[in-house]
């Protein structure tokens, strides 16, 4: 399959924004750990879709640091939105592990890690990922 960079960007925005839709219902549902989970899945695929703009993405969690070692061959503009989005990104990606392990050294399952507050503050780094997401590409 040959790489077609405007397409893995259209797929990874299209990821993105539907992570972002299921995170949403999972904090109406109640689903705290969903939540998490799925925004840390959003944030994730916003990042790689600004990365497929210049290279494919690597099999990783936390895109972060591919998005700053592309940086300077961004617009001056646009690096501000690229470094808070890797900073979210960067935040955001332990959650990937823990809401499907939990912390087993202290044996806590993962619905047992998260309540409304910490899933309202996920959801809410996840929007701004996808804000991001949508300038930097715009």
């Known amino acids: 399959m040959k790489f077609d960079p405007q397409v893995d960007v259209e797929f990874r925005a299209k990821l993105a924004r539907e992570y972002l839709e299921d995170a949403e219902a999972r904090l109406r549902d109640g689903d705290f750990r969903g939540c998490v989970q799925y925004s840390q899945l959003a944030v994730e695929n916003a990042a790689k879709a600004v990365v497929a703009m210049r290279r494919v993405p ?8 591919e998005l700053l070692q592309l940086l300077e061959e961004f617009p001056p503009e646009k690096r501000g939105k ?3 989005l ?53």
């Open 86 to 138: 890797a900073e979210i990104s960067s935040k955001l990606a332990p959650e990937h592990g823990r809401t499907t392990y939990g912390e087993p050294e202290k044996f806590l399952t993962p619905k047992m890690l998260y309540d409304q507050n910490s899933a309202r503050e996920a959801l809410e780094l996840a929007r701004e990922a996808l804000r991001l997401m949508s300038e930097i590409l715009g």
């Open 58 to 65: 690597s099999w990783t969690h936390d895109p972060s640091a």
């Open 82 to 84: 690229i470094s808070r």
